[in-house]
Each structure stands twice: as C-alpha cells, then as structure tokens.
C-alpha cells in the first residue's frame, strides 16, 4: 500500500531529471525482454528482477524529495523479494514488461497524468500478486 502511494509520486518528481540516454537504455532492456516473451524465449528470472530493480531505483534516485527516497529505499528491500518471486512465476511476465515500457514511454513524453495512472496500476498489480501468493 506504501508503494502505491510513494512510487507515482516519486515517478512524477522525477520526470525531466533521468538523463534521456538512461531513459533509452531502459528502454532498449525492457523492449529486449518483450521481444523475448513474444518470441516465446523464458526469462532468467534473476536477471529480469535485477532490472526490474534497477529500473524502480532510478525513478527513486532522480525524485526531488530526499525523504520520499529514504522511504523508497528502506521498501526496495521487500520490493526486491517479492519482484523475483513474481518474475519467478511468469504468470504476469509479458503485462508487467509492458507496463514498465509505458512507464518509460511517459517519462520519455513527460506525461506526469499518465505517468501516475501507469505506475499506480503497476504497484496495483504488484499488490493484487502478493496477495494472492499470500492466499495460497
């Protein structure tokens, strides 16, 4: 629920401040990884939840508030176990690789409105995913 409210606002103090080549190289590395699930290839899980990692930290590192990334970095902890468990399982593999390249496609169109709407519906999921292994 904290990642939730911290993370789309965290995303939107930090649109304009990702250097545009960190943001193309985002890119390149989430569009590799959609071409591979279209293609039917798997996914090293570790490799994809250290990028997926990588990518939540950026967002974290260029925010305006020190404080919000304090507050994000003490989450990455939890964030990191349950992201591999999620890539692990490959169920949401291709809907979160899309989400990450909306994610990116607004920061690189610095759409502060959809940029909020995507990383809330990302976190959403991230929820609705650890409540259900929570169920099981």
């Keep these: 629920d904290l990642r939730i409210c911290l993370e789309p606002l965290a ?3 930090a649109i304009g ?4 080549a960190q943001l193309d190289e985002e890119v390149r590395i989430w569009t ?3 071409d591979m699930v ?3 290839e798997s996914l090293d899980s570790e ?4 990028a997926d990692g990588e990518l939540h930290d950026l967002i974290a590192r260029y925010c305006n508030n020190s404080r919000l990334r304090q507050f994000l970095n003490i989450l990455a902890i939890q964030r990191s176990r349950l992201v591999f468990i999620m890539w692990r399982s490959q169920k949401f593999n291709s809907e979160v690789i899309q989400q990450h390249l909306r994610i990116l496609d ?3 169109r610095r759409d502060a409105e959809g ?6 519906g990302h976190m959403e999921l991230n929820n ?3 409540l259900e292994k929570l169920k099981a």
């Design 38 to 40: 279209e293609r039917g």
């Design 106 to 108: 607004c920061f690189k």
């Design 32 to 34: 590799r990884y959609r």
């Design 11 to 13: 995303a939107v103090s």
């Design 128 to 130: 609705w995913y650890m």
């Design 115 to 120: 940029l909020r709407e995507e990383m809330q």
């Design 47 to 50: 490799e994809i939840a250290q």
């Design 17 to 20: 401040n990702i250097p545009e």
